[in-house]
């Protein structure tokens, strides 16, 4: 199943970490950062690594590294978890499985709900019984005229 731009969404609010590296931090940083000497396992090249909470911090965070002309790199990891599983598969939508989550709910609260029962004798019922019909009167051929 192809992503939806709303699973695209998703994925961009709870799955992707943004991960500024540099070597030398910049005077102000703003709000929402969190700074960690850099792990082994990203090369060894960069002393720290910026961690953003939000988008605006991320911007605000490389204009201020571009404005003090520091080297930076930035990249993009995913978290790791519940949301990496429901978000991170690419050939399924996580909107679509809801949607037919949802679907199948209701089919069955449907079906369990007694409604279709209802409906089949209610819809069935004969609306003229035979019992309330009237009998036809039987004419007597002897006294016809």
């Known amino acids: 199943m192809q992503q939806t731009s709303f699973d695209r969404y998703l994925a961009r609010k709870f799955l992707h970490v943004s991960h500024v590296y540099c070597n030398t931090l910049p005077k102000n940083l703003p709000r929402g950062i969190s700074v960690e000497e850099s792990p082994e396992g990203s090369g060894a090249r960069y002393l720290y690594r910026v961690t953003p909470s939000n988008e605006k911090a991320l911007n605000e965070l490389t204009t201020n590294l571009e404005a003090e002309n520091i080297t930076f790199t930035s990249r993009i990891t995913d978290k790791q978890g519940i949301p990496n599983k429901l978000f991170n598969n690419p050939n399924k939508s996580f909107t679509m499985q809801v949607a037919w989550l949802i679907l199948l709910i209701a089919l069955i609260s ?24 009237e009998r036809p009167k039987i004419i007597d051929k002897s006294k016809l005229p």
């Open 110 to 133: 449907i079906a369990v709900s007694g409604l279709p029962v209802y409906l089949w004798k209610t819809l069935s019922v004969d609306p003229d019984p035979i019992e309330k019909r």
